[in-house]
């Protein structure tokens, strides 16, 4: 999997985190995520070395870009881009330039998943690959909701810290019903520990 840690560049305390929807979300939905996709497995390895369960691991790639010219010619702005075009806008804004900003991959953290909803007992190995993303323009253009998404915000890192540490997901999405949604999955468990190492959100 991948995960998107997306912050704007005229504000680096906020952080895009949604809300899966039911429609675009068979197994987790309801869940307070940051946006997330499913790669193979053996391309993450690749990007992070053999990452053990429970072990996280900060990366020190090179960055890259989205949305600009040649983004897509390095691993993390490609995967960056297919993440965004799939989940979150029209791929055409990332062509025009509309959406863009500096990228790299910054934590790998390997973790038993299961299925918040109890309907099928499963427990996925799942090795989460952060990307951490500056959005430099476009802010405006992300949705506040999308298939995947019910309910898009801009939220401030220390709130979803905040929510995290008491599993209250509607500290960030107070109109959300409590008995949907919840908030312990590892895509945030990644985000909140990228978020709180000092230097978190520099590129």
């Known amino acids: 999997m991948i995960g998107l840690v997306m912050v704007p560049a005229t504000d680096l305390e906020m952080v895009l985190v949604g809300v ?6 068979t197994r987790h939905p309801g869940v307070v995520s940051v946006p997330t996709m499913r790669v193979p497995l053996d391309w993450a390895t690749q990007q992070t070395g053999v990452v053990r369960n429970g072990e996280s691991r900060p990366l020190a790639a090179s960055t890259g870009t989205f949305g600009r010219p ?7 702005g490609y995967a960056l881009e297919a993440l965004l075009a799939k989940k ?14 500096r990228c790299a991959f910054r934590l790998a953290m ?5 299925d918040p909803s109890g309907a099928d007992g499963e427990i996925e190995d799942t090795l989460m ?3 951490l993303a500056i959005c430099d323009s476009g802010m405006d253009a992300l949705p506040g909701r999308t298939h995947s998404y019910s309910q898009l915000e801009w939220v401030r890192s ?3 810290l905040k929510a ?13 019903n409590p008995l949907e949604v919840c908030i312990r999955g590892l895509c945030v468990e990644s985000a909140v520990h990228l978020l709180g190492t000092a230097k978190a959100v520099s590129l």
């Open 70 to 76: 040649g983004s897509s010619s390095m691993e993390v």
């Open 88 to 101: 979150l806008v029209d791929g055409t804004l990332l062509d025009k330039g509309a959406v863009s900003g």
């Open 164 to 176: 995290w540490r008491q599993r209250d997901g509607q500290l960030l999405f107070p109109d959300s």
């Open 129 to 131: 690959l952060t990307i």
């Open 158 to 160: 220390s709130d979803l």
């Open 110 to 114: 390997r973790g038993q998943v299961d």
């Open 20 to 25: 899966r929807s039911t429609e675009g979300n």
